[in-house]
């Protein structure tokens, strides 16, 4: 544990080299213009993977990146957010290779309370089982649903009342659906950007089957 006391006051010193008054400006104003929604894995560092800095990205991350409309912690997130930060964007980004997806395609147990959080992934999956090949490797099945997820977790965001009220009062806001790969670092836009209600289902019904025709056919 003092290593990461030490790395602190490392990190600590180098910002404020390189900006002076980096905490001191940084504590007096929050207004990120970001919400970023991402899964709880360690190797999917929010800030890093987008270079952003310390009060440029508000964060909310569980496992496998779920919006689940009964999730209070995560609609609080949501409501801030959008109501006082006004963020003018939500990132929902999954990754591949997810566990928590891992275990649900391949209907594996970590026994108790984990497994009825997951069931969120475990009805994605069931909702779009007929587009899902599961007639190749394992792992293409995997990520085709946690594309799938991204989006359906996507729609859910623009579901609450927090952005369908924000969108009827004309405040300008986009939720957008991102995968991250770890195995070249890179991010990969879904095609879901939604900035109305209006257009939430023609662009949910174009990323899906984007997603099921890349993957149809083995
Ligand atoms: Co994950």
Known sequence: MKELFLNNQKWAEKVEEDNPDFFQDLSEEHAPEYL????????????????????????????????????????????LAVEKLKVKHVIICGHYGCGGVTASVSNQKFGGLIDNWLLNVQDVE??????????????????????????????NVSMTSIVLDAWARGQKLVIHGWIYSMTDGLLKDLGVNISNAEEMRSQYNSAIEDINRRYSGG
Not at 55 to 74: I, K, P, Q, T
């Open 36 to 79: 970023w929604i991402g899964c709880s894995d360690s190797r999917v560092p929010a800030n890093e993977i987008i270079g952003l800095m310390p009060g440029e990205l508000f964060v909310h991350r569980n496992v496998a990146n779920l919006v689940v409309h009964s999730d209070l912690n995560c609609l609080s997130v949501i409501q």
């Open 126 to 155: 069931y909702l779009h089982r007929a587009a899902i090949d599961y007639s190749g490797q394992e792992e293409r099945t995997i990520n085709q649903v946690c594309e799938l997820n991204v989006i359906e977790q996507a729609v």
